[in-house]
């Protein structure tokens, strides 16, 4: 039997050929050129395999199933050309492992997405582990491309346009169960039973599952053209596909083309071809790399906390402990009294119904998250995070408490957003032990967390607050003690200039509407009534006096009014039921280009100062920062990249035409220029 370096080959006393993936010198399983010619063998050499009954692949790693392609081989390519052949490449291998006359089975422990995905679709059946870490899906739009290897076509093909298409356009993966019950799973099993299910599908050779009459129907031409117009509408509601025109390729094909035939593969090579290098699928994979960066951080800390006491039950505090029961660990809530906690108790409840399901999973989760008033949890705790009120002098006075009953090998840790570690960690003994770990709202949809190191903070505290972070799954981003951080430093003034422009008559809808249309998920108008116009104005004047803002008048009044935004009913727009009410149709003489400039550019200087100043190491990080901190325009690679492409010195003369004409003084030590010379 032929040896591979990223396959094995094994026969058991059934007779059945077992194909392990395991890909050399790596720790996941990825596609690549050399990965699927070995495939591509192993298919060929299974053509005219008389000895075996069948066929299972499975994993030889330890860590899931496949992960897709090697992103890092998308920006190989020499041209459109050589993408388009290399995914009919790919096409052509899984074509042949589907007309195999053997059964053939995938065994699928873990994530199994993208390109991955496709490569199981064409075995006769597919068994799953049902567990927490199974995740199947066609995530690809992510990445700014949508599937290339057949998955546009045998998915919808197999369970109906419905389920295959959303899974397609959206990007979503499911859990096993939720794959089973769509239809492109056959068995969902306990990983106990997963080996034995996975032969008695080769044993047995069951009938292949095939699309009910209803999903077939999905699929005729009539029924594309009514449900491609439904679809379109629904993603037009999402995105704009002039920033991610990926889904709507996929979607454009499906409609003209269906799912029987070559054309489709065909089409469906092509135009993937075609978006690798759109402007969007470059950043969107450069938006990958930073997030990967992020991950890396804290490979090299041991670190591993079990015990996290929270101080502070209010929605920061309770939803971080709750996001760290979620993810295994014991945490201990404290607060003043029993009721100021029970909300938080029951917020977490909703959290861990949404996202386990399973009855006795979230029982576990509420088992691990205890009310703790007296703060007995504090002497136990890996790592102890303050999320009280912003008060200097109140988070003095806590960690001089929780500092004298901690273990000495306990991290102390302050989400404070804009509060100075160097101000809080004065009263400490050990100031060492203090580090930011400052979470942004809401904690269980927000991926970054900025692990904020003072001048006094430990390196192995820092590091050990990076690994923390990791441990929670979220992405932790080293930045320098300093007034606002990273995210609000930079965030802060944008808000505050959209709030000038509405001084000087340019309605809110039209504001919010300008930067949408650039790529922000949610206008600063609408932002501010999220946060909470208080807690802007509280930031706002805080970062003021720092950066030399003024405040503007407006904000002001309306929080001494009592207009805190979506909270309170009414801000800047009114809300019914946490919703807002739609608001009249509104005009203006300004453009919506001409707008946003304004905005991104405001946001830009903020950003080259915080460069300037260290607050972090370098234009990527920051970048990723304010991608995953703030929701900035993914498919632009981020404020720092964005303006090296469209070219720093013309933004910046363009940011000082636009302060003189409103009488505003240019200052000049902020020269963008001189920075990125010396960066």
């Not at 449900?227 to 094909?253: E, G, T, V, W």
């Not at 929670?472 to 080293?478: A, H, S, V």
């Not at 909470?532 to 503007?552: F, H, R, T, W």
């Not at 964005?642 to 409103?662: E, M, P």
Request: net charge positive; charged share 25%; glycine share 8%.
């Amino acid at each position: 039997m032929q040896t591979y370096k990223n396959w094995r080959l094994e026969t058991d006393n059934d007779g059945i050929l077992w194909v392990y993936f395991d890909k050399q010198d790596a720790s996941v399983n990825t596609l690549n050129p050399e990965t699927m010619e070995e495939f591509s063998s192993i298919v060929d050499s299974l053509a005219n395999d008389t000895q075996h009954k069948g066929v299972i692949i499975a994993s030889g790693k330890k860590n899931g199933f496949i992960a897709g392609a090697d992103i890092s081989q998308f920006n190989k390519f020499k041209d459109v050309a050589d993408a388009t052949a290399m995914l009919r490449k790919g096409q052509d291998i899984f074509e042949k492992l589907e007309n195999l006359k053997m059964p053939t089975v995938a065994m699928i422990e873990g994530f199994c997405v993208g390109g991955g995905l496709e490569l199981v679709l064409p075995c006769r059946y597919r068994v799953v582990e049902d567990g927490p870490k199974t995740r199947l899906g066609l995530p690809e739009v992510t990445l700014g491309i949508h599937p290339g290897w057949g998955g546009t076509v045998r998915l919808p093909r197999l369970i109906g346009a419905l389920n295959g298409m959303d899974l397609v356009l959206s990007g979503r993966t499911v859990s096993g169960k939720a794959a089973a019950k769509m239809g492109f799973v056959d068995a969902a099993v306990p990983k106990r039973h997963l080996v034995r299910a996975a032969k008695q599908y080769i044993l047995s050779k069951p009938a292949r599952h095939k699309a009910s009459w209803f999903q077939e129907l999905t699929n005729s031409k009539f029924a594309r053209k009514f449900l491609a117009k439904m679809m379109r509408k629904k993603l037009r509601a999402k995105i704009n596909p002039a920033h991610y025109p990926a889904p709507f390729q996929a979607l454009d094909n499906w409609e003209e083309f269906g799912v029987d035939g070559e054309m489709p593969y065909e089409q469906e090579a092509r135009t993937c071809g075609k978006l690798f290098f759109s402007e969007t699928s470059r950043n969107l994979v450069r938006c990958f790399f930073l997030q990967e960066r992020l991950k890396g951080l804290a490979k090299e800390s041991q670190f591993s906390p079990k015990h996290i006491h929270v101080v502070g039950a209010g929605t920061m505090g309770g939803d971080i402990a709750a996001w760290c029961a979620l993810k295994g660990m014991t945490v201990t809530l404290q607060d003043r009294e029993p009721k100021l906690i029970a909300p938080a108790i029951k917020r977490a409840y909703n959290l861990f119904k949404e996202k386990l399901k399973e009855p006795h999973l979230i029982q576990q989760a509420m088992d691990r998250l205890m009310p703790d008033v007296s703060g007995q949890g504090i002497a136990r705790a890996d790592v102890i995070i303050e999320a009280i009120y912003e008060d200097l002098a109140a988070k003095q006075a806590l960690f001089k408490s929780v500092e004298s009953k901690a273990k000495p090998t306990a991290i102390l840790a302050t989400n404070t957003s804009s509060i100075p570690l160097d101000d809080i960690n004065s009263v400490l003994d050990r100031p060492e032990r203090l580090v930011g770990i400052h979470f942004f709202n809401p904690v269980a949809k927000m991926q970054l967390v900025e692990v904020v190191k003072g001048d006094r903070t430990a390196d192995d505290v820092a590091a050990k607050a990076l690994s923390f972070t990791r441990k929670i799954d979220r992405l932790p981003l080293p930045v320098k003690s300093s007034p606002g951080f990273l995210v609000n430093r930079i965030l802060m003034p944008y808000l505050l200039e959209a709030v000038n422009m509405l001084d000087e008559g340019i309605p809110a809808p039209v504001i919010d509407k300008a930067m949408v249309e650039f790529g922000m998920p949610m206008g600063p108008i609408a932002l501010g009534d999220a946060v909470g116009l208080d807690v802007c104005l509280s930031v706002a004047k805080y970062l003021g006096k720092y950066l030399n803002i003024p405040v503007p008048q407006r904000l002001i009044t309306m929080v001494e009014q009592g207009k805190l935004g979506r909270k309170s009913g009414e801000g800047f727009y009114k809300y019914k039921n946490g919703k807002q009410i739609k608001p009249d149709d509104v005009s203006t003489d300004k453009s919506l280009e001409d707008i946003s400039d304004r905005l991104v550019l405001r946001m830009l200087d903020e950003a080259f100062a915080c460069l300037r100043e260290g607050v972090v190491a370098d234009g990527d990080l920051l970048d990723a920062g304010m991608i995953y901190g703030t929701g900035f325009a993914p498919f632009r690679g981020g404020p720092i990249h964005y303006a090296k492409t469209k070219g720093i010195h013309d933004l910046y003369q363009q940011y000082t035409r636009q302060k003189q004409l409103r009488g505003e003084k240019v200052d000049e030590t902020r020269t963008w220029e001189m920075l990125m010379e010396t960066n």
